[in-house]
């Protein structure tokens, strides 16, 4: 399964390392480099080949500055797709390097380069081996090796994800219009998931926020929607909806099983359990709740105290209401079914007949002052 082999000094040529079975707990390669009090080095150690298992190349560079039983700066650079957490440790007086891979048809060659520390010798670099093994219970300095990749310029990513050296990262998209453009395809799809809780993961598409595209082919039809999802089931969701062109556009607001119960139209008309707003910028389907209602109405009903206001008599109001069944000047009962009522213009139009209402008392009041002089 490997081979050792040494080069010429400085550079190493270590392991050629194969395997046809799935690894069991992964490769550890044994080197021969010294770990403990003294020891010190600053190797860079070289992974490559290809894994079978997955398609992927294996092209990894591993540095890190090792002194007094401490891993300084450790870091790992892959140049392919193959990215497996690396584990740096002790064992036995000498340095493991644990590779956490379990993926079968594993081929790579392991080198090194080093040079002009204390334990940078050419017999550090000879004798490794590579074997399917975890750390011993008794290693000791394990340290977790952390990936480091700089890109300069646009770099093109497995399935359709870009990075611009303008700071655009693209996915689904080759030429990225901002810092984050994720793109699909595919209508009526979940683009982006912005957070997922545990709860509920096993049904369906989980418990989430998530971003939904739709589809923009007609007028009224869900463009994006912002969703909460519930143990796989649509909870709430704000959606924008296409207008009949390039503007026109509304929004929905959705609540319990995921159906609409409040929009924002495209003329900024609110309508509360209705889809018609009709031309009210407020329209509401049911009953309001509130501590207080101020209308601003101009125009009142302080007319009927002018001196030029003709008071209607009595016989005319009472003509008045044998012929149509309400008080002149107020709504009947079908209008107000048909057209409604405003109101504030109503609370003017019953001030003003309890205005009337006390002009005709003081009448009253005037011709019971003068009987009563008469009387005396």
Known sequence: MLAARVASAQSYDLINYYINSVPSNGVKIKTNLPSGT???MMPTIFIKGYCYGN???INITLSFYYYNNLFNFPKASSAGSFTPPITLAQENGKIVIFIDSKINYQR???SAY???IQSEIAANYSGWTAVDSTLLSTASSVTSVPYANRIEGTAFLPDSITATSDGRFGISTLAPKAPLDINTMMPDSMTAIVSRLPEGNTSGRGTFLGVHAGTTTASGNTSFSIEHYFYGLKNASINFVRGNSQQGGYLTFSTNDGSEKMRLDASGNVGIGTTSTS???LAVNGTIGAKKL??????????VF??????PSLQEVAEYIDTHQHLPGVPSAQEVAEKGIDVGEMNKILLQKVEELTLYLLQQQKRI???EKKVK
Not at 294 to 303: P, R, S, Y
Not at 306 to 311: F, P, R, S
């Open 38 to 40: 003294g020891a010190s």
């Open 55 to 57: 398609a992927t190349t």
């Open 108 to 110: 790579f060659n392991v």
């Open 114 to 116: 080093a040079i002009g």
């Open 279 to 281: 031309t009210y910028k």
């Open 294 to 303: 101020q209308v601003t109405q101009t125009g009142w009903a302080d007319f």
């Open 306 to 311: 002018h001196k030029d206001y003709v008071l």
């Open 369 to 371: 002052e003068e009987l």
